[in-house]
């Protein structure tokens, strides 16, 4: 149990976040209750393994330069608190809400969801707001281009290789309703943090409890994750036209071109765009291992 617990709060400690009880119950790699991992982390606390941060109900690892470093448990709790403004505060922004609002109205847009750090409401000021997109059955490279052209509109958007990315809109990820499927070979602890952190603002025709519903992998890796939303139906909101077909056949030719040519680490298929131009994805499996 001891060392299920130090796994989660060291895998956190990487994105500078103490989680708080709920979210290590969550996390938490092995069934259990929550009464025994709540006398667990008791234990440890009164061993002075963990402790808990100043006026909060986080918890970090005594002791380790990954999680205080020079800060006091005051100072710490109050970096936490300031990253939760800002990110509220970029949330809030007149131009993502608008943009927001707009996406929203596009009917091949089926969900929009908050993903990375912006999800945890753990974003730096510096930091730019990553989506994912769930989009209707064979309109993926057409809401790809709609999103960001309003992006563009809104002065949004990031551009590829721009480092420069403060409240900037990054869409990362784009899935057909048709394949929600993670990949296989994707299907790894960072993954499935993501899966279950991000935060659906747009949810239509019941996208976000299909996606989920569509990765019921993510419950092997967290068991106590497992939630009563496998009863959300399938169904088709808009019916494909021959215009509509062809105007995505033409979008797909232009982007697929345009994404070659400055490939990295993207994966693109016909059901799935992954856009992690720094595979941060990598790098994070790096520091599990």
């Given at each position: 149990?001891?060392?299920s617990?130090?796994?989660?709060?060291?895998?956190?400690?990487?994105?500078?976040?103490?989680?708080?009880?709920?979210?290590?119950?969550?996390?938490?790699?092995?069934?259990t209750?929550?009464?025994?991992?709540?006398?667990?982390?008791?234990?440890?606390?009164?061993?002075?393994?963990?402790?808990?941060?100043?006026?909060?109900?986080?918890?970090?690892?005594?002791?380790?330069?990954?999680?205080?470093?020079?800060?006091?448990?005051?100072?710490?709790?109050?970096?936490?608190?300031?990253?939760?403004?800002i990110?509220?505060?970029?949330?809030?922004g007149?131009?993502?809400?608008?943009?927001?609002?707009?996406?929203?109205?596009?009917?091949?847009?089926?969900?929009?969801?908050?993903?990375?750090?912006?999800?945890?409401?753990?974003?730096?000021?510096?930091?730019?707001?990553?989506?994912?997109?769930?989009?209707?059955?064979?309109?993926?490279?057409?809401s790809?281009?709609?999103?960001?052209?309003?992006?563009?509109?809104?002065?949004?958007?990031?551009?590829?290789?721009?480092?420069?990315?403060?409240n900037?809109?990054?869409?990362?990820?784009?899935?057909?309703?048709?394949?929600?499927?993670?990949?296989?070979?994707k299907?790894?602890?960072?993954?499935?943090?993501?899966?279950?952190?991000m935060?659906?603002?747009?949810?239509?025709?019941?996208?976000?409890?299909?996606?989920?519903?569509a990765?019921?992998?993510?419950?092997?890796?967290?068991?106590?994750?497992?939630?009563?939303?496998?009863?959300?139906?399938?169904?088709?909101?808009?019916?494909?036209?021959?215009?509509g077909?062809?105007?995505?056949?033409?979008l797909?030719?232009?982007?697929?071109?345009?994404?070659?040519?400055?490939?990295?680490?993207?994966?693109?298929?016909?059901?799935?765009?992954?856009?992690?131009?720094?595979?941060?994805?990598?790098?994070?499996?790096?520091?599990?291992?």
């Amino acid at each position: 149990m001891e060392k299920s617990i130090t796994q989660v709060i060291k895998y956190f400690s990487i994105f500078k976040y103490p989680p708080n009880f709920d979210e290590i119950y969550s996390f938490f790699p092995k069934k259990t209750s929550r009464k025994a991992l709540k006398k667990a982390i008791l234990e440890m606390e009164h061993q002075k393994k963990i402790k808990t941060i100043y006026e909060t109900s986080l918890v970090e690892l005594r002791g380790q330069r990954y999680t205080m470093g020079e800060y006091t448990a005051r100072e710490y709790a109050k970096s936490l608190n300031e990253r939760r403004q800002i990110s509220e505060k970029k949330l809030n922004g007149w131009r993502f809400r608008a943009y927001l609002k707009l996406v929203s109205l596009l009917p091949q847009v089926r969900l929009i969801g908050l993903s990375g750090s912006i999800s945890m409401l753990n974003a730096k000021a510096s930091d730019d707001i990553d989506l994912f997109i769930i989009t209707s059955k064979k309109r993926l490279f057409t809401s790809r281009f709609l999103c960001l052209l309003l992006t563009q509109v809104f002065g949004l958007r990031r551009k590829y290789g721009e480092r420069e990315v403060k409240n900037k809109v990054c869409l990362n990820l784009f899935f057909d309703e048709s394949n929600l499927v993670v990949p296989k070979h994707k299907r790894t602890n960072f993954v499935g943090h993501e899966v279950m952190q991000m935060k659906p603002l747009v949810n239509k025709n019941q996208a976000y409890e299909r996606f989920i519903k569509a990765n019921s992998w993510v419950f092997k890796l967290f068991p106590n994750s497992k939630s009563d939303i496998s009863h959300a139906v399938t169904r088709t909101l808009i019916k494909s036209t021959i215009v509509g077909d062809l105007i995505e056949v033409v979008l797909k030719y232009v982007e697929t071109i345009l994404i070659n040519s400055h490939k990295t680490n993207e994966l693109i298929t016909d059901t799935q765009l992954w856009f992690h131009p720094d595979d941060f994805e990598k790098k994070i499996n790096g520091k599990i291992k």
